[in-house]
């Protein structure tokens, strides 16, 4: 079975940092594209960011870029998204999600994980 | 960035009705456009991908059209377990990947 576990959501000041992590099992880790999607209270999902199955290629969401930042670990079977200089309107539920082998849709999702960007 | 406008916002419907929902793309996407269903507390659920085709284990009464800029979602005889925010999204090669702002099918 497929899962994906965030962790590493919680309550942070406008200008924290945190790190989320995905956990990875139930399927070939090294072979997925990844991306953090976060759903805000009250809005649409938004993609916020992508790596490739090697890491080697990633990008942004405007939104993000210069903040954020992503990376794997396949040892590990680990994703994990560095958030630094949070502001408000980063509040939300942060999803890890698989691509579909060969297209941009999002195919395996965690139960994601809140953060609350708030003084 | 490609903006994808779906409508409406909300439906109420009964056990048994055919629901449709609207998906707009700012730009021509061809066929780059799947649709997710949501329920509270549960991540979101690849449905249709490709416009059209159904994701493995979902049932028939789904069905996706469209290409281009204008896309539809149609629930044939809804079920009870259907009762749900369902989302667009955008698939095009480049990001950023954007989605629809969802539609919440609720009961009548």
């Known amino acids: 079975e497929v899962q994906l576990v965030e962790s590493g959501g919680g309550l942070v000041q406008p200008g924290g940092s945190l790190r989320l992590s995905c956990t990875a099992s139930?399927?070939?880790?090294?072979?997925?594209?990844l991306n953090w999607v976060r759903h805000a209270p009250g809005k649409g999902l938004e993609w916020v960011s992508y790596?490739?199955?090697?890491?080697?290629?990633?990008y942004y969401a405007d939104s993000v870029k210069g903040r954020f930042t992503i990376s794997r670990d396949n040892a590990k079977n680990s994703l994990y998204l560095q958030m630094n200089s949070l502001r408000a309107e980063d509040t939300a539920l942060y999803y890890c999600?698989?691509?579909?082998?060969?297209?941009?849709?999002?195919?395996?999702w965690g139960q994601g994980t809140l953060v609350t960007v708030s003084s | 960035d490609i903006q994808m406008t779906q409508s409406p916002s909300s439906v109420s419907a009964s056990v048994g009705d055919r629901v449709t929902i609207i998906c707009r793309a700012s730009q021509g996407i061809s066929t780059w456009l799947a649709w997710y269903q949501q329920k509270p507390g549960q991540a979101p659920k690849l449905l249709i991908y490709?416009?059209?085709s159904l994701q493995s284990g979902v049932p028939s009464r789904f069905s996706g059209s469209g290409s281009g800029t204008d896309f539809t979602l149609t629930i044939s005889n809804l079920q009870p377990e259907d009762f749900a925010t369902y989302f667009c999204q955008q698939a095009n090669s480049s990001p950023p990947w954007t989605f629809g702002q969802g539609t919440k099918v609720e009961i009548k």
């Open positions: 999600a698989t691509f579909t082998r060969k297209w941009h849709y999002f195919e395996y």
């Open positions: 490709g416009a059209s």
């Open positions: 790596i490739t199955s090697s890491g080697k290629t990633i």
């Open positions: 139930g399927f070939t880790f090294t072979t997925y594209e």
